[in-house]
């Protein structure tokens, strides 16, 4: 079978139609066509197209492709999907698919592993390679530590370029990528390094500490590695120095992880707002379920304490049957204007960028924003009041709550996701049902306090 021609549905390299001749060629059990098709693709894409089938296909593919998973396929996957693939594997098949793997991406293959799975991949690799995997595990979870990878390329600070040259030619095993060689002293403390781009366009006398980057400076191997990535994303870093107690140099964060890792930290912040933890379009429907049902009865608990206030004006609704049609714009109005300031704090706190220092002027501005935004709506909606229902304080009622809302809105989503970092708590995490009660009970008890007060 011809190899599948690409089309406009392609996804990362990988088209409807490629996955389609796949799956029939599972289903012929036909070996060499998978050995043609996936062998020669990016792990990336291979471990794109394992996502787009469903577990069940998943193993009849991984039964008959002949070539099997390598490490790169494996750090590729989504970390569930990770687990699931790595069950169907003999402990002999894992050893073999993450041995020539980076330090790095082996213990982020290690951590998750039962214990028979976890030996065997120990076994498989190099003495010294073991070494710096079990020490990395050593390592808190989210620390630079655990995240570096050991293999770099040092220089003593009083080469030249001559020489660096010469090392870096000779038999010496190097790393598959590297972008720098760090300078060390004697006692491998780091001084500083230059970027292989400098090394070859000078000659070969020239001083290597003469070439050094400005924007050098090392972590230590308990720094969160959010830091360190953040760190790297804002000096234009591409190799971050890790050193240990002693200051010496024990391995480095490249640019390539920093970025992945904080595009998993924005991916986490935006599902942790809607209430959603981890998961993946490949989770099973129980595990979603589990992970989903917390939050929901969480808000199902602020609905119900936001019904309280709105039975406490029972006897004004009853009164007005106008105010039950117009309470949820209100309130939704409200709750649309806080999820939007939420979202800017969060996003913020999670760069750095909102601080101690700025936190008042944030907030002063998105009250502003809110009050601005509640006296346009506030304009709107009480013409809205007057012609709908022909009552002129109707829409001054309905005016007022909303300008009161909008301001509450702004104010709370901003401060709640700042009082709750300041606590320990993660505001992406915990912000949202607290926006959502406040807004829910200021609109509704503003609305109907209002009306109680103006109407009957």
Do not use: C
């Not at 890792?261 to 979603?288: N, P």
């Not at 009164?319 to 309130?331: D, K, N, Q, T």
């Amino acid at each position: 079978m011809a190899e599948p021609e690409t089309t406009e549905d392609e996804a990362f390299g990988i088209t409807d139609r490629l996955v389609s001749d796949v799956l029939d060629a599972v289903g012929r059990g036909d070996g060499t066509y998978l050995s043609d098709v996936l062998d020669p693709m990016h792990a990336a894409d291979v471990a794109h197209l394992l996502e787009q089938i469903d577990a069940r296909d998943r193993r009849a593919l991984l039964v008959a492709w002949p070539g099997g998973l390598e490490g790169e396929i494996l750090s590729e996957l989504d970390e569930e999907l990770r687990e699931e693939v790595i069950e169907q594997l003999a402990p002999s098949e894992l050893a073999d698919a993450v041995r020539d793997l980076e330090s790095d991406d082996v213990v982020d293959l290690v951590e998750y592993l039962d214990d028979a799975q976890q030996e065997a991949v120990l076994d498989a690799l190099d003495a010294s390679d073991r070494v710096v995997v079990e020490q990395a595990l050593t390592y808190p979870e989210e620390s630079a530590g655990r995240h570096m990878q050991s293999e770099l390329v040092r220089a003593p600070e009083h080469w030249t370029v001559g020489e660096a040259i010469d090392y870096l030619r000779s038999d010496v095993v190097l790393p598959e990528q590297f972008y720098h060689i760090i300078l060390v002293d004697p006692r491998l403390k780091a001084t500083g390094y230059v970027t292989l781009g400098r090394i070859l366009s000078h000659p070969r006398d020239t001083p290597l500490r003469d070439l050094t980057e400005d924007t050098f400076r090392t972590f230590h191997v308990a720094q969160d590695v959010e830091e360190v990535a953040q760190a790297i994303n804002h000096y234009h870093m591409i190799t971050a120095p890790v050193i240990d107690d002693d200051e010496r140099i024990v391995g480095v964060i490249t640019i390539d992880d920093a970025m992945a890792f904080l595009e998993e930290e924005a991916e986490e912040d935006i599902l942790r707002l809607a209430g959603i933890s981890e998961g993946s379009l490949s989770d099973r429907v129980i595990a979603t379920t589990k992970r989903r049902f917390p939050w929901l009865a969480v808000n199902l608990v602020t609905a119900i304490f936001a019904s309280l206030v709105i039975s406490l004006f029972e006897e004004t609704i009853a009164g007005l049957v106008a105010l039950a049609v117009l309470m949820p714009i209100v309130a939704s109005m409200g709750g649309n204007a806080g999820t939007q300031s939420l979202t800017v704090a969060v996003r913020a706190l999670a760069t750095r960028d909102l601080t101690t220092a700025n936190v008042w002027r944030v907030i002063k501005r998105e009250v502003l924003v809110g009050l601005i935004n509640g006296l346009i709506f506030a304009v709107v909606m009480g013409v809205v009041g007057v012609v709908w229902f022909g009552s002129p304080m109707l829409g001054v009622v309905i005016a007022v709550a909303m300008v009161i809302n909008m301001v509450v809105a702004g104010l709370a989503g901003t401060v709640i996701p700042v009082v709750l970092e300041k606590l320990g708590v993660d505001p992406a995490l915990a912000s949202g049902a607290f926006v959502t009660t406040v807004t829910d009970v200021v609109g509704f008890f503003a609305f109907l306090g209002l009306a109680a007060m103006w109407l009957l």
